[in-house]
Nanobody
Framework: QVQLVESGGGLVQAGGSLRLSCAAS????????MGWFRQAPGKEREFVAA????????YYGDFVKDRFTISRDDAKNAMYLQMNSLKPEDTAVYYC??????????????????WGRGTQVAVSS
């Protein structure tokens, strides 16, 4: 049974930082493209970042603007999202996702096979 479990969310002031983690089990982690998405209340799920199977390629949503860094540690079956310079508009539930796809990175949510339940990030002004 595949499980993706996010952690690291919380409440932070604008300008602060958080590091999200995604722990994966039940799959051969190194074979999956991994991604982060977010969903704010009343809005559609939004692509945040993705990382290739090798970890050599990364891709970010336009709004990230060098504030976030995605990484993975295959030895730990884990993925991370370092978020700096957080803004109130970054407030959302953040989800990790795994996709067994041929592409190097994936930005469309429908191409991911597995999803975590999310972790809440709240940024106060």
């Amino acid at each position: 049974q595949v499980q993706l479990v996010e952690s690291g969310g919380g409440l932070v002031q604008a300008g602060g930082s958080l590091r999200l983690s995604c722990a994966a089990s039940g799959l051969t982690f190194s074979r999956y493209v991994m991604g982060w998405f977010r969903q704010a209340p009343g809005k559609e799920r939004e692509f945040v970042a993705a990382i290739s199977r090798s970890g050599d390629s990364t891709y970010y949503g336009d709004f990230v603007k060098d504030r976030f860094t995605i990484s993975r540690d295959d030895a730990k079956n884990a993925m991370y999202l370092q978020m700096n310079s957080l803004k109130p508009e970054d407030t959302a539930v953040y989800y990790c996702a795994a996709g067994r796809v041929a592409a190097t990175v994936v930005v469309r949510s429908r191409e991911y096979d597995y999803w975590g339940r999310g972790t809440q990030v709240a940024v106060s002004s």
